[in-house]
């Protein structure tokens, strides 16, 4: 997987993903407060750096979703 992110920061990951499915999809993929609860890129950024799990399904999500662009 870490083939996959290489290059790829948190940030743009967060930022794409959002752009792909919105927070509301993204809640409803990965149960996760900072997608629930009042989000946004820096919420989320503080949170995910802090809680490994939560990085991990994030960046998962990230490798299997099929982008448009």
């Given at each position: ?23 509301e999809q ?20 503080k949170f ?14 990230y490798v ?6």
């Amino acid at each position: 997987m870490s083939n996959d992110l290489h290059g790829v920061t948190l940030e743009a990951i967060v930022t794409r993903l959002h752009k792909h499915y919105g927070w509301e999809q993204l809640a409803q993929r990965i149960d996760i407060n900072c997608f629930i609860s009042d989000p946004s890129v820096k919420s989320s950024l503080k949170f995910l750096r802090k809680t490994p799990w939560a990085r991990t399904k994030v960046e998962e999500l990230y490798v299997a979703t099929k982008f448009a662009d």
